[in-house]
Structures are given as structure tokens and as C-alpha cells.
């Protein structure tokens, strides 16, 4: 390895760099008198002249065991040094054995010095502060590597127990292919983007292809983005018609499935990118039957062919019927499901299974049927807890115990259990109640005499165009025909009797916060402007021509408790991936055209944890479309007060009589008892489908605890904060305390920008940030810091990537040391082979020991930890660092010989335990599956050889890692002295 020379005599051809200018490279003497020398630095064309007392000059000499290379290009490992007038020439073998010799002068000008080591003594000395946050990110990614819950962590969503079961269960399988099926309002969204995001941190995937209905890519966006950091790229003809290869630098691409059956192009350039993760929303659009398939369904069966990992959402499965609900499963899995009639017989014998799991959970004891339906089911070790819980002399904790682990065997083994996740609204606690209160006002003459001049296709095509919505439905937006007139009365919020109704029930809910929702921008920004003008009232406004920065600002106004706006106004795009919890009242200024579309804006704040009954104020125009399109909605369908699962479908069904309705030209006396019964009927039909052992296999409480627990705990995490403020103060931004748990960070001038890739951020104004998971919910202009946000990766990254942190000199405050003495602290990695699993980190850590040498060799590390001495340091002038390396170089030399040799003794049982921990992690699991795959098919073969791949390539990788030097601090004691 490199050391330096304390001699300063500086003979021409002796090797020198400088330690004010390290990218120079290595230099050669020129000429040198007793008040200069001059250098020529050949790499980069430069010459120098310093003064020969105060010259930052080091002396390149490097040691038995060094590799050089030669400035013609090849390489010697160096087993001897000669001097010969005062210049080095380095002895020693090539790789064929060849004897070689280099002279000092030959040596390549481009020699970096990248290891600790060679820093070191060649004076390359980094700031403490550096130092420290490369040792803590090493401590943090080894931490992080082992963590369980890798992955759950960073997402800015509320602890709810089914949901975080089912990220936990899918995330950490290899290619994962499944069915989300809950209720509306459960949160599947959230439970694919948790998925996404668990698979991504832990490298279990690297890019995705997001597929969704046009009307929801926007809120695919928005949520990835918010709520798990997750910067996505919207796909659209514009980039397909710009590039050749639009996708290919797309890690997570988002793009209308619609858009990819019309576009052939685009389907081929998607479809001939590698990606490991599909995601379709709205699965149940993929129509499919024995006799014909969609061509949405056509398109994405194919994807899913090539595709690894596949993840279907859907609230009804059912409600394509049962053939439909078999291609779902079979796109997931075509080998588990060949057959519709071989999945219709498998699943009529679930149904005594579900049975039998209701009786065990009441206690109650099997009857026959039951215990013979079982046998076929059980393996021996679930036969034996079937005759513990039956035996008589059993006692009531051997049953209790013996019970729950059959239960738990018997969901496991449940066919669809696997690939099919479905919770029920009905099941999960913590949902508000809602009150409807429709409101019916007169109809502006200007408003009727307009409506009535459209009753010729022509000009409702003319509709169409001004609003952007199908006639008739552009009838429900009488203020927007409008607008696009002559306005011969003047602005519309002038007249229209909604507004008057709008500013006395804000009068009358002063003190309470009111989220208005209405179908179109326009309105939005016209009505805030009208209640303004009319009543000084002012209203944060939220629509899709702001960027994303106004609309977080717009929501936190909103948000604030003390001086925030007590008024929110949204168009469409409000209904969309925000949660407005804290509100409890919500005016629909309109009614948007389809009942998903007005279940999702009701769903902004009927969710889990909303603390009170939602309050829904509907004023509405009599005589009018909107009267009969609010009597389709609230008395055929029922949706404002409960949801209605069957509200699509029973859309999809009546919608020549809906249009009919709206044109006038059906009673709606006739058409609401039809709509009545037929969302009865088809509730009946959709709760005897339900699967209840599907139910219990989509969420099991034990579980979903613990995760509860240890995710709530991350929010008092000090060694995050520590990690931050460290990072925060290596990178120079500026971080300022608003509170005990939330930061102001602003990048100034000086400040290292790139550890913002990625991150979401506001480099001019800065942004605010808090460690509370439920402050970040509430309040989405604050960053959620976590270890998985996109800064925290950012810089544990940089902290590591570069060679920057791996050297530092430091003064030891300690009075008990006498003044000089010396410790050496190095921290080792494990180095892989350059060929590797992805996932070998989590069984392998990239930080695993750190030695304290004293003097003597004596390592002082398990008595002297890291947090204890970095207290006592402080920092040393450069200069005077580099004095002390130079003049203590042998003893230094000696010493990283001795921790090289101490670290490869240590070897041996830290390959051990790395050994022990992959198999305690990957065993039992294989294990698991193999006993699965007996008695259920939908355990796939590639799963569990995926797994065995993956152990035997982790032994592999284990037997061929070392250790490396990662990072070099001297301490140097003051003694009684202050050091400075």
C-alpha cells in the first residue's frame, strides 16, 4: 500500500501528489532548489511550482503486496523496493509470474487512490463529519437488510390492520401473482401500491407496468407519488409518436389500458420491454366466457405470459359472473386453473371447509360430514391436532392451542387463499356513518330557457364539445352550456340559487370545515371567484390545472386547524387520492355521471378513521336532469348512504333507460321500483357468492397486530434522526426545527443537490417534513420521513458510493489518555463476488465488523463503542492531520496490517452466521411450501424452486466473500491539554 516519505529532499522523477489538488493525479519532480519545486502533473497537461517550505505536497511509495500499473498499461504486484538515487524501483511478478520491475518514473500518472488505506497515507483526509455518516449509513443498511418489515415502513398510509396483512403476505413473495379483491373502500390501491413498493425496496422487482381505466391514471399518479414516493412515468400517444422506444426508460410506467388495445404500437413497444410487475385495475372490465374473450382481456393475457409478477385489483370479482371470475384466476395462474368446469368442482367443495372453520372458531364440536370433508385435506401433523382437540382428557389451553393452529393449517391450504384476497366492509371496524341531505331549489329561468334548446342532436353534440361530457349527462352541468353562451344575465354564480343555499349553510357551519366537490375546473375556479366577489369568502381551490406543488399547498391551507381555509373547493379531481378525514361535511355542488365516480368522492372522507358521521348536503335544480339523476342515485341505488358494490353493474345494465331518464322521455316513477329490485336481487346474489374461508384466509388479526405494533413504534425512531441530522449537515442543507417532530429543510448554494433525485421537492422555497405518520396523512405537503424515504435512501447511498468518509483524523477529549496516544478504528465489509443475487444483502449485510486497535495491536472495540468515543472527538485542522499521518506513517502501516489480519481471522465465524441466518430464513419457508404444494395446487412449482434457486446461489456467494476495508479513522489523544 502507498505510504508517504518524511524526508523533504525532492529529486527529479520521484512520484508526489498534491494534497491541495487530489484530482491532479500523480505528479513527477521536475527541478527543485531550496525555495521551489516544480511538478508536472502528465494526466492532466498541469504544471506547479510550490514553495519548498509550505509545498502540500505527499510522497507516493508503495508496499510489498500493492498492485501497480505501468504507464504503458500493464500490471505488477510488488514483492520488493530498491532505491537508487533517491528513486524507487518496484520489484516484482505479473499474473503469468513473470519477473518484472518498475521505475517510480514509469509508474501511470492516472493511479487513483480509492481505499481507505491508500487515502490515508498518501494525505487524502476527509471531515469527521463524513466519516461518521459513512459509518452510520453502514450501520443503517445492515440494520435495514435484515429488517422484516423492509418495505412497509416508507408508505405515508394509516396503519390498517387487513391492509398492512396483505401487503406483508404478497410483498415478500418472489413474483407474486394475486387477486385484490375487497369491498369498496377497503383500500386496494393502497394494498398494490404497498405490494409495489415492498417489492421494489427489496429488489424483488425493478420495473413495472401499471395498467388502468383513463379516468383513473391520473389518481394512479397522485397516489404512488404522495403516498409511497414512487415517481411514475404517464404513458400516452405523445411519447410513443416522440420515441421509438418510449418505454425503455420508464422504471414504472402508467398508461391507460383503453389506450394499449386501440394502439397496436404501443402494445408491441410495451410488450417488448422486460418488465417484473404487472398491475391491472378494474379487472373486472376483462371480459371473458367459454365462447369469447375481450379484447382488454386478449391484451393483457399476453402481457401476463411474459410478465413474472402479476397483481389484478377489482371490488366486485364477481360481477362478470363465474366464468369471468375464473379468467381472472386463470390469467394469474393457467396451470392451477386449465378448466372452467375443473374450478367450478374444486369450488363447491370449499364450501363444507368454510363450514367446518365457523364451528371450530365457535367451539363447537365437528358433525360427521365435516370430519370426513377434512380427512381429504389434512396431513398427518393437522390429523393429530384434530384428535388432541377431540380427545377427552385433553385440557381447555391443548384445545384452544390445537384449534387455532388447524384453523391456521386449513386457511393456508385453501385453494384460491393464495392468489385471492377479499375483506368485506362489513368486517373492518372503524367506518363512519353518512346522512344525506338533498337540498331542491328552483330552476333559473335562464338556466330552463337554455336546457330547452337542446333538444336536436346537433346541438347536443355542440353539448358535448363545450363540456366535454356525453349527452345528456352534460345537462347535470347547466352552469357550464352557460358559460360557453352569451351570459346575458352575467356570471352564473350571480343567479344560481346553489351559490345563495352555499353561502348560508358555510354561515351556519362556521366553525366546521366544508369540502365542496363539483364535476368541472371551470366551475371550481368560477364559484370561488363568485363567493369572493359576492361575500368575501374566501376558499382554497383544487383542480387539475394546478401542478402538483399549488394542490399540496391548497390542501394544507385547507388542513391547518387555527388559520386555515374553512372551505375547500375540487373539481373532479379532489375525489381522487386525497384523504380529507378531518372534515366531516362534504357539498356536492353536482352529481358526477357514474357511481363509482360519487362513491369516490364521498370516499375523501368516509374512510377508516373518520371520527364522525359524514354529513352530505346535495342542493340540486328541480325540474331538472339533476333531480332525477339524484333520485337514480339516492332512491334506486341507495349510495349515499350506504355503498353499493353493485352500483357499476346496475349502471352498465339500465343504461339505455338511464339516458332515457335524463332526456325526459322516462318516468322516474317507472324506472326507480326496477332499479330497486334489481340492486336487491343482485346483493342477495352477491352475498351468497361470497367466499367466508376466503374472508378469514384475507386477514388474520394475529398477524396483522404485530405489524401494527412495530410500524407505530417507527415513529420515535432516534437513530433516524440522527442518521438525518448527520446527512443533513454532511450535504450543507439547511435544516430548521418547527416542532419536536417536524423539520424545515431548504438547500442553499453550497448545498449537494443530488441527494434530491427522485425526492419530490421544492429546491427554491424548500419544503417541511415530519417523522409522525399521522401529521404526513394529514397533511400532504409534508414529507414523511422514514429510512425509506427518497432522501434518507439518497444519502445512505451517497454515503457509500463514493470514496468520500473513508479517511478522517481525529482529537480525542480525553484527560485520562495521555496526550499522543494512538487508536486506530476500522470498519471491514463484506465483499460479494461480482456475480450475485439481488436479495443476498438481507442475508449477507454490507457492514459486519469494526475493529478499535490500540497501540499494541489490542483490539479495544468490544470494551470502546463506536456512539461512545465519536462523543469525545473533535475535529482536526487538515493540515495537522496530515503532519500526523506523515509522521507516525510506520506505525500506521503496521497497524491496518495487524486489523487485516485480526479481520481475516474473524472471517471464518461471520461467514458462519451469515450461513445460519439465510438458512433460518429460507428453510423453513421452502419447507412450508413443499408441505403447501401436497394438498394445494395453487402453490406454484416455480415459487418453491425460485426459493432453492436462490439458497443455492447465496451459498455460492457466500463462499466466495471477503473482506474489504471500507473505512479508516486515527484517533489521536490531546491528554489533559485542549487540543487546540
Same mark, same amino acid.
Given at each position: 500500500m502507498p505510504a508517504t516519505s518524511t524526508a523533504l529532499s525532492y529529486i527529479p522523477g520521484q512520484r508526489w501528489i498534491s494534497d491541495a489538488e487530489i484530482d491532479l493525479g500523480l505528479g513527477t519532480v521536475?527541478? =527543485?532548489?531550496?525555495?521551489?519545486?516544480?511538478?508536472?502533473?502528465?494526466?492532466?497537461?498541469?504544471?506547479?511550482?510550490?514553495?519548498?517550505? +509550505?509545498?502540500?505536497?505527499?510522497?507516493?511509495?508503495?508496499?510489498?503486496?500493492? +498492485?501497480?500499473?505501468?504507464?504503458?498499461?500493464?500490471?505488477?504486484?510488488?514483492?520488493?523496493?530498491?532505491?537508487?538515487?533517491?528513486?524507487?524501483?518496484y520489484l516484482g511478478q505479473s499474473e503469468d509470474g513473470e519477473f518484472l520491475e518498475?521505475?517510480? +518514473?514509469?509508474?501511470?500518472?492516472?493511479?487513483?487512490?480509492?481505499?481507505?488505506?491508500?487515502?490515508? %497515507?498518501?494525505?487524502?483526509?476527509?471531515?469527521?463529519?463524513?466519516?461518521?455518516?459513512?459509518?452510520?449509513?453502514?450501520?443503517?443498511?445492515?440494520?435495514?437488510?435484515?429488517?422484516?418489515?423492509?418495505?412497509?415502513?416508507?408508505?405515508?398510509?394509516?396503519?390498517?390492520?387487513?391492509?398492512?396483512?396483505?401487503?406483508?403476505?404478497?410483498?415478500?413473495?418472489?413474483?407474486?401473482?394475486? /387477486?385484490?379483491?375487497?369491498?369498496?373502500?377497503?383500500?386496494?390501491?393502497?394494498?398494490?401500491?404497498?405490494?409495489?413498493?415492498?417489492?421494489?425496496?427489496?429488489?424483488?422487482?425493478?420495473?413495472?407496468?401499471?395498467?388502468?381505466?383513463?379516468?383513473?391514471?391520473?389518481?394512479?399518479?397522485?397516489? /404512488?407519488?404522495?403516498?409511497?414516493?414512487?415517481?411514475?412515468?404517464?404513458?400516452?400517444? =405523445?411519447?410513443?409518436?416522440?420515441?421509438?422506444?418510449?418505454?425503455?426508460?420508464?422504471?414504472?410506467?402508467?398508461?391507460?389500458?383503453?389506450?394499449?388495445?386501440?394502439?397496436?404500437?404501443?402494445?408491441?413497444?410495451?410488450?417488448?420491454?422486460?418488465?417484473?410487475?404487472?398491475?391491472?385495475?378494474?379487472?373486472?372490465?376483462?371480459?371473458?366466457?367459454?365462447?369469447?374473450?375481450?379484447?382488454?382481456?386478449?391484451?393483457?393475457?399476453?402481457?401476463?405470459?411474459?410478465?413474472?409478477?402479476?397483481?389484478?385489483?377489482?371490488?366486485?370479482?364477481?360481477?362478470?359472473?363465474?366464468?369471468?371470475?375464473?379468467?381472472?384466476?386463470? /390469467?394469474?395462474?393457467?396451470?392451477?386453473?386449465?378448466? %372452467?368446469?375443473?374450478?367450478?368442482?374444486?369450488?363447491?367443495?370449499?364450501?363444507?371447509?368454510?363450514?367446518?372453520?365457523?364451528?371450530?372458531?365457535?367451539? %363447537?364440536?365437528?358433525?360427521?360430514?365435516?370430519?370426513?370433508?377434512?380427512?381429504?385435506?389434512?396431513?398427518?401433523?393437522?390429523?393429530?391436532?384434530?384428535?388432541?382437540?377431540?380427545?377427552?382428557?385433553?385440557?381447555?389451553?391443548?384445545?384452544?392451542?390445537?384449534?387455532?393452529?388447524l384453523i391456521n393449517q386449513l386457511l393456508d391450504r385453501y385453494g384460491t387463499g393464495r392468489v385471492l384476497f377479499r375483506n368485506r366492509r362489513a368486517s373492518v371496524p372503524g367506518f363512519p356513518g353518512r346522512e344525506a341531505h338533498p337540498v331542491g331549489l328552483d330552476c333559473p329561468s335562464a338556466y330552463l330557457e337554455l336546457l330547452e334548446q337542446y333538444t336536436q342532436p346537433h346541438r347536443q353534440m355542440m353539448a358535448e364539445a363545450m363540456t366535454g361530457t356525453a349527452w345528456p349527462f352534460a345537462a347535470l352541468y347547466p352552469e357550464r352550456l352557460y358559460a360557453a353562451g352569451s351570459q346575458d344575465e352575467g356570471d352564473w354564480w350571480q343567479f344560481d340559487p346553489r351559490v345563495d343555499w352555499l353561502l348560508e349553510k358555510l354561515e351556519e357551519l362556521q366553525d366546521e370545515k366544508v369540502l365542496l366537490i363539483c364535476a368541472k375546473a371551470e366551475t371550481a375556479l368560477e364559484l370561488s371567484e363568485g363567493l369572493r366577489r359576492r361575500a368575501g369568502v374566501l376558499a382554497a381551490v383544487f383542480h387539475e390545472g394546478m401542478d402538483l406543488f399549488d394542490r399540496d399547498r391548497a390542501a394544507a391551507w385547507f388542513a391547518e386547524e387555527e388559520d386555515g381555509a374553512p372551505l375547500l373547493i375540487c373539481s373532479e379531481i379532489g375525489s381522487e387520492g386525497r384523504n380529507f378525514q378531518f372534515a366531516h361535511h362534504l357539498v356536492l355542488f353536482d352529481l358526477p355521471a357514474h357511481p363509482d365516480l360519487l362513491e369516490q368522492r364521498i370516499g375523501r372522507l368516509d374512510r377508516i378513521g373518520q371520527t364522525q358521521t359524514i354529513q352530505l348536503h346535495l342542493p340540486y335544480l328541480e325540474t331538472t336532469a339533476q333531480e332525477d339523476w339524484l333520485t337514480f342515485c339516492h332512491e334506486g341505488l341507495d349510495q349515499l348512504t350506504t355503498p353499493r358494490p353493485v352500483g357499476a353493474s346496475l349502471w352498465t345494465e339500465f343504461q339505455e333507460e338511464i339516458i332515457q331518464l335524463l332526456k325526459g322521455e322516462l318516468a322516474v316513477d317507472s324506472l326507480i321500483p326496477r332499479i330497486q329490485d334489481a340492486r336487491d336481487a343482485a346483493e342477495i346474489e352477491l352475498e351468497a357468492g361470497r367466499h367466508r374461508l376466503l374472508e378469514l384466509a384475507s386477514h388474520r388479526p394475529e398477524v396483522s397486530d404485530q405489524l401494527v405494533e412495530q410500524l407505530a413504534e417507527a415513529d420515535h425512531d432516534k437513530l433516524l434522526r440522527e442518521f438525518l441530522e448527520v446527512a443533513l449537515d454532511v450535504y450543507r442543507i439547511q435544516n430548521e426545527d418547527l416542532d419536536a417532530h417536524t423539520w424545515y429543510l431548504k438547500p442553499g448554494k453550497e448545498s449537494d443537490t443530488a441527494i434530491f433525485t427522485d425526492v419530490h421537492f421544492d429546491m427554491e422555497e424548500g419544503n417541511s417534513a415530519t417523522f409522525l405518520r399521522d401529521k404526513a396523512m394529514a397533511r400532504d405537503d409534508l414529507h414523511f420521513l422514514t429510512w425509506e424515504h427518497p432522501l434518507t435512501r439518497n444519502c445512505l447511498e451517497a454515503a457509500t458510493s463514493t470514496v468520500k468518509g473513508n479517511t478522517t483524523v481525529a482529537l480525542l477529549k480525553n484527560p485520562a489518555l495521555p496526550a499522543g496516544t494512538l487508536l486506530v478504528e476500522i470498519f471491514f465489509c463484506l465483499q460479494l463476488p461480482s456475480q450475485h443475487p439481488k436479495q443476498v444483502e438481507r442475508y449477507l449485510p454490507p457492514q459486519s465488523l469494526r475493529l478499535l486497535l490500540d497501540a499494541q495491536g489490542n483490539n479495544l472495540a468490544p470494551k470502546v463503542g463506536f456512539k461512545g468515543l465519536s462523543k469525545q472527538l473533535v475535529k482536526m485542522k487538515k493540515g495537522l492531520a496530515r503532519d500526523i499521518v506523515k509522521l507516525r506513517q510506520d506505525q500506521l502501516r503496521n497497524l491496518l496490517d495487524q486489523a487485516e489480519s485480526q479481520a481475516s481471522e474473524q472471517l471464518p465465524s461471520m461467514l458462519e452466521k451469515a450461513q445460519q441466518l439465510m438458512r433460518s430464513q429460507l428453510d423453513p419457508e421452502i419447507s412450508r411450501l413443499e408441505a403447501l404444494a401436497e394438498h394445494n395446487p395453487a402453490v406454484r412449482d416455480t415459487e418453491i424452486n425460485s426459493l432453492k434457486e436462490l439458497r443455492q446461489q447465496l451459498d455460492a456467494s457466500l463462499n466466495d466473500a471477503s473482506l474489504k476495508m471500507d473505512a479508516v479513522r486515527v484517533v489521536v489523544a490531546a491528554g489533559k491539554d485542549d487540543g487546540s
Open positions: 521536475l527541478q =527543485s532548489d531550496r525555495r521551489s519545486i516544480t511538478l508536472l502533473f502528465p494526466s492532466q497537461g498541469e504544471t506547479r511550482v510550490y514553495s519548498t517550505s +509550505t509545498a502540500p505536497l505527499t510522497r507516493v511509495i508503495f508496499s510489498e503486496g500493492d +498492485t501497480l500499473t505501468h504507464q504503458d498499461g500493464w500490471t505488477m504486484k510488488v514483492e520488493d523496493t530498491q532505491e537508487v538515487d533517491g528513486l524507487l524501483i518498475i521505475p517510480e +518514473t514509469q509508474l501511470d500518472p492516472e493511479i487513483r487512490f480509492q481505499g481507505p488505506r491508500e487515502r490515508l %497515507l498518501t494525505g487524502q483526509i476527509d471531515r469527521n463529519n463524513e466519516y461518521t455518516l459513512r459509518a452510520l449509513s453502514r450501520q443503517a443498511q445492515t440494520q435495514l437488510a435484515q429488517d422484516p418489515l423492509l418495505g412497509l415502513r416508507g408508505p405515508r398510509v394509516g396503519l390498517v390492520p387487513h391492509q398492512l396483512y396483505i401487503a406483508h403476505e404478497v410483498g415478500q413473495r418472489l413474483a407474486p401473482r394475486v /387477486l385484490l379483491a375487497d369491498e369498496v373502500g377497503l383500500g386496494k390501491t393502497i394494498e398494490a401500491g404497498m405490494i409495489l413498493h415492498q417489492q421494489l425496496i427489496t429488489g424483488r422487482a425493478q420495473r413495472a407496468l401499471i395498467l388502468v381505466p383513463s379516468s383513473l391514471c391520473h389518481q394512479w399518479l397522485v397516489e /404512488l407519488l404522495r403516498r409511497f414516493g414512487l415517481p411514475v412515468t404517464l404513458m400516452d400517444k =405523445s411519447r410513443t409518436e416522440a420515441s421509438d422506444t418510449p418505454f425503455a426508460d420508464a422504471q414504472l410506467a402508467l398508461c391507460s389500458l383503453d389506450w394499449l388495445v386501440e394502439d397496436d404500437l404501443a402494445f408491441t413497444q410495451a410488450q417488448e420491454e422486460n418488465w417484473d410487475l404487472l398491475i391491472i385495475d378494474e379487472a373486472h372490465h376483462l371480459s371473458w366466457s367459454p365462447t369469447e374473450a375481450s379484447p382488454e382481456y386478449l391484451r393483457v393475457k399476453e402481457l401476463s405470459q411474459q410478465i413474472p409478477g402479476l397483481l389484478l385489483l377489482t371490488a366486485t370479482p364477481e360481477q362478470s359472473g363465474e366464468s369471468g371470475f375464473f379468467a381472472q384466476l386463470q /390469467l394469474l395462474d393457467p396451470a392451477r386453473y386449465p378448466s %372452467l368446469e375443473a374450478f367450478q368442482a374444486e369450488e363447491g367443495g370449499y364450501r363444507i371447509c368454510a363450514e367446518a372453520i365457523s364451528r371450530l372458531e365457535q367451539q %363447537l364440536p365437528l358433525e360427521d360430514q365435516e370430519r370426513e370433508a377434512l380427512q381429504s385435506r389434512l396431513s398427518h401433523d393437522s390429523q393429530a391436532l384434530l384428535e388432541l382437540l377431540e380427545h377427552p382428557e385433553s385440557d381447555d389451553e391443548q384445545r384452544d392451542e390445537a384449534r387455532q393452529q
